[in-house]
């Protein structure tokens, strides 16, 4: 039994349309961060949400004896930020609970742009935090990897 060739040309046809039909049933399955993602704005992690620019920034979530505040931001790209804040620091002395926080003004810079679960931005996965004039301890910079939102 011959095949007709008109009939090969329409198998190849609605392979092609097959084709077509899975890539596009393939995009629109793509999750919201990926699509979110590829969009280029980067937030930063504030324990339970990502902010785009945050005025202040906790970071110790579980009691909040670190936070920055006043933050002022004199640089937002898609791979780094700038700028520069009041960082409150509880002495945790006698206790967390009984202590007194004691503010420094600092530097701040984010940097290394992550994809979190749940979240439809990029974030930053990175903090640089630099003490501009006083300073607890003996070290005038900290910082160190910033968690994805939960």
């Given at each position: 039994?011959?095949?007709?060739?008109?009939?090969?040309?329409?198998?190849?046809?609605?392979?092609?349309?097959?084709?077509?039909?899975?890539?596009?049933?393939?995009?629109?399955?793509?999750?919201?961060?990926?699509?979110?993602?590829?969009?280029?704005?980067?937030?930063?992690?504030?324990?339970?949400?990502?902010?785009?620019?945050?005025?202040?920034?906790?970071?110790?979530?579980?009691?909040?004896?670190?936070?920055?505040?006043?933050?002022?931001?004199?640089?937002?790209?898609?791979?780094?930020?700038?700028?520069?804040?009041?960082?409150?620091?509880?002495?945790?002395?006698?206790?967390?609970?009984?202590?007194?926080?004691?503010?420094?003004?600092?530097?701040?810079t984010l940097s290394k742009p992550k994809i979190c679960p749940k979240?439809?931005?990029?974030?930053?996965?990175?903090?640089?935090?630099?003490?501009?004039?006083?300073?607890?301890?003996?070290?005038?910079?900290?910082?160190?990897?910033?968690?994805?939102?939960?």
């Amino acid at each position: 039994m011959a095949v007709d060739p008109l009939d090969r040309c329409e198998t190849v046809d609605n392979v092609k349309r097959l084709a077509r039909i899975v890539a596009l049933l393939a995009l629109a399955a793509l999750p919201a961060t990926a699509l979110a993602a590829a969009s280029g704005q980067v937030w930063v992690p504030n324990c339970t949400k990502a902010q785009y620019k945050p005025r202040q920034l906790t970071l110790s979530c579980g009691d909040g004896s670190n936070y920055i505040k006043q933050l002022k931001w004199s640089s937002w790209t898609t791979t780094q930020a700038t700028g520069s804040g009041t960082n409150e620091i509880n002495s945790c002395t006698p206790s967390c609970v009984a202590g007194h926080f004691k503010a420094y003004p600092v530097s701040v810079t984010l940097s290394k742009p992550k994809i979190c679960p749940k979240v439809s931005h990029k974030v930053f996965g990175r903090i640089a935090i630099k003490f501009t004039s006083k300073h607890p301890g003996t070290s005038r910079s900290t910082g160190g990897p910033l968690p994805c939102p939960y």
